[in-house]
């Protein structure tokens, strides 16, 4: 343990700071659904990609801030709960919504097939999102959905020009 110039064993964070950390990484309690918390997570990144409309600039925007947001919060989490990348802590899930959706025109029934695509592509954790989770703290925490999502958004992207050139 590291001790101050002192002797004195450094202060733990403050509540106020845990509270808020763990408010905006559970997604204001999200998290802490009993059963599959990933999966509520993404939920409520979908209506987050619902309610910030079809702006590019307005969905990238929230992307990278909850980017940033993710890795604070996922970090202080980690250091409260003892454990690398603790269940309660969805706004990666959040965020992989909106990657997965962003830029693809669909509607609800693609934002469902979406949906279907991020988590699998999240619980599968292909190449090289798996190793993403390794990197330190709070950005492992959010890099490896990060990715999931990219490969999620790819497939979508797939799925839907081939779907126009089969319709068209």
Known sequence: MIRSPDGRLPDPESRITTTVALAMATVGGVGYVPVA???FGSAAGLLAWWLLGPSAVIQGTAIVVLF????WSGGV???HFHRTDPAPVVIDE????????????VGWLGA??????????????PFPADRLESLHGGVGVMADDAMAAI???LVLRAALALGN???G
């Open 37 to 39: 918390p990933g999966t």
């Open 68 to 71: 940033a947001a993710g890795a």
């Open 77 to 79: 989490c980690e250091r």
């Open 94 to 105: 959040a965020m992989g919504m909106l990657i997965t959706l962003f830029l693809n025109p």
């Open 112 to 125: 469902l097939g979406a949906f279907l695509l991020f988590r699998i592509a999240d619980v599968i954790k």
């Open 151 to 153: 490969y999620a958004n």
């Open 165 to 167: 050139r089969v319709i």
